[in-house]
């Protein structure tokens, strides 16, 4: 008589298993009141196999076998994913925020310094994503693959991403980004680019008793000539109030006269008619760059606390938003995604989140150990280490990137890898008439 042996629970080994244990994820599920049953697949199996495969590449899942060294079942790994609400997700990477965090010496003294900005990733082409996330209108139907926007906020200590927010790809930044606010505490500073500067976000922050700092847009004209007239046709519309320097001095803005779309008659009618706040210009000395002279916009109006000189360098620190990006669509493979629905896309995204701040935690405690800043710390170097480790394992030295000041590369490729012609009708054409792309590139 043949005796079946009881297959043992699946539980993964791994150092991220570490910084986000199973009772982390348990109480994320009751809090969100999400109820499961004992099962293989179980809340904090499914979690960790899902970090598991974005900290490897997001990688596929037949891969996922050959890292635990046990059969995983495709179908019932999806569904699991799928059966964890959205909610989880969420809480879970509050935790990896604030976990990444911890320690980290603030940019400014006694004030959080937010970086705000949004980028894209390609989906699958499904009815249901294509609905919601839409693609590029300079492509024709059936030909091009829909794209997510992600506007999210950085701490500009710890390079963490705070909750993102999740949305279509023609809705502009400056519509949603109120979303966000609530994330913000009093005497938080954040940073953006021109597209989150307008009257209405600066007065909509000013009213958390949080800083702003942006670009100012190109259609904004600014005048630096003392004494100079505002309003009428050719002229800035801000008044002048006092010069601070060269380059610097306090003006102040008017409500605008059109509300935006996104806000209603009775929030626009209640924002105050003015805000005065803090015009400044400077120069990049370093060569190379695309932008030579930048004009900035902010709340931080006093001269004595905030220097010309300091504005200037927190609004440098931008550009972090750019690599923080570039790490997380091209270390770990979130710029093309895998899920073929909306709600996994969205859980796709924020595992991806997780993951990243988890990789932070270990930049920072590496950073500590090694007495060098976080920036300092090779990204990729850490997510190897992560991804590999097992639980219980020493941090090992991890590779540091060195100072280069004022770097500066062109925006070429060297390798052309494939030339391949862009699709311009549906797959399911060309099986039918190959002679639609036969020729080849030239």
């Not at 394992?393 to 060297?414: F, G, N, Q, S, Y």
């Amino acid at each position: 008589m043949a005796h079946s042996i009881a297959t043992p629970p699946l539980r993964i080994k791994g150092q991220f298993c570490k910084l986000l244990p199973g009772d982390i994820i348990l109480d994320a599920c009751r809090k969100a009141e999400y109820k499961w049953r004992e099962r293989k697949f179980d809340p904090v199996v499914t979690i960790h196999l899902f970090l598991l495969q974005v900290l490897n590449g997001n990688t596929a899942i037949l891969h996922l076998r050959h890292l635990v060294r046990r059969a995983v079942n495709a179908a019932a790994y999806c569904k699991a994913r799928m059966r964890i609400p959205l909610a989880v997700y969420e809480t879970l990477l509050d935790h990896a925020a604030r976990l990444a965090s911890q320690g980290c010496e603030p940019v400014l003294a006694g004030m959080r310094v937010l970086l705000v900005d949004a980028a894209s990733s390609l989906t699958p082409d499904t009815r249901s994503i294509r609905k919601l996330f839409q693609q590029p209108r300079n492509i024709k139907p059936g030909c091009g693959l829909p794209m997510a926007k992600v506007l999210a906020l950085f701490d500009a200590a710890s390079g963490a991403i705070l909750r993102p927010l999740i949305c279509s790809l023609f809705v502009h930044e400056a519509s949603n980004v109120w979303m966000l606010h609530p994330q913000l505490r009093s005497g938080d500073l954040i940073v953006g680019d021109r597209a989150f500067c307008s009257y209405v976000h600066l007065v909509m922050l000013h009213a958390r008793g949080v800083f702003g700092l942006f670009r100012v847009q190109q259609r904004q004209q600014v005048d630096f000539r003392r004494g100079r007239r505002h309003g009428g046709k050719g002229r800035t519309k801000s008044r002048f109030i006092r010069k601070l320097g060269s380059y610097d001095q306090l003006v102040e803005w008017f409500k605008p006269k059109q509300k935006p779309k996104w806000m209603s008659k009775k929030q626009f009618a209640a924002l105050p008619s003015s805000l005065i706040v803090r015009e400044l210009r400077y120069h990049l000395q370093a060569r190379g760059q695309r932008t030579r002279i930048v004009t900035i916009v902010t709340t931080l109006i006093d001269p004595a606390l905030y220097p010309a000189e300091k504005v200037a360098a927190l609004y440098g620190l931008r550009w972090q938003v750019e690599t923080h990006f570039a790490q997380l669509k091209t270390s770990m493979k979130m710029a093309r995604l895998k899920c073929k629905s909306p709600d996994g896309v969205k859980k796709e995204l924020l595992t991806c989140f997780i993951a990243y701040n988890l990789t932070r935690t270990v930049m920072r405690d590496a950073a500590a150990r090694q007495g060098l800043a976080i920036r300092r710390i090779s990204f990729i170097d850490a997510l190897r280490w992560l991804a590999h480790a097992h639980e219980g394992d020493e941090l090992i030295v991890l590779a540091v990137i060195p100072v280069r000041p004022d770097r500066h590369e062109p925006r070429v490729k060297k390798h052309l890898k494939y030339r391949y012609r862009p699709m311009t009708r549906p797959r399911h054409i060309l099986k039918k008439r190959p002679y639609l792309y036969a020729e080849k590139v030239k």
